[in-house]
């Protein structure tokens, strides 16, 4: 590398340096019937989720989604992706959800829904990922210890 003592050097030497890549231009992903899959995961759920263009209905595990999520709580997080998105009743969603508990099925099944949204439609993928929906939540239960009651509860403590 040649050195560098004024601005017109540096001028040069900054033309000369290779162009910076263009940005990735991403393609939707489909099935043959029209369909994105993606897998969603939150502690121990495993979500299968295909989604294509529809009305809005939403099946888990064979059941409607107010069947199957009673809670609304999480009901709104399964909608979350769909409305920072602002794509509210233009998908079907099918999932199959395994693992865990209704909290983390749930999020599991967003997950798995921003994941399918982006791979559908690509443009997308910037408010999904500035919502954070396309990072998988690493939080996961902590083992239980050995001489502890629980992951880091003492037992109680007698003097006598």
């Known amino acids: 590398m040649s050195d560098i003592k004024s601005l017109d050097d540096l001028k040069s030497a900054v033309g ?6 263009a940005a990735v231009v991403r393609t939707p992903v489909r099935d043959k019937l029209g369909r994105a899959y993606a897998t969603g ?3 121990n759920a495993v979500a299968r989720v295909w989604i294509k263009p529809g009305n809005g209905k939403v099946v ?37 959800v395994a693992g865990g508990g209704l909290s983390g099925q ?20 910037p408010a999904l990922k500035a919502a954070g929906f396309l990072t998988r939540d690493s939080r996961v239960v ?14 109680q403590f007698s003097k006598r």
């Open 16 to 21: 000369t340096a290779a162009p910076a890549p």
């Open 60 to 96: 888990v595990n064979g059941k409607e989604m107010a069947a199957y999520f009673a809670r609304p709580v999480l009901q709104m997080i399964l909608r979350q992706p769909f409305t920072v998105a602002n794509v509210e009743g233009q998908f079907d969603v099918f999932a199959t």
């Open 41 to 43: 995961k939150r502690k």
């Open 142 to 155: 902590e083992r239980k210890k050995y001489g502890k009651a629980k992951a880091r509860r003492s037992f």
């Open 106 to 125: 749930a999020g599991a099944v967003k997950h798995g829904v921003s994941k399918a949204l982006q791979l559908y439609e690509p443009s997308l993928r």
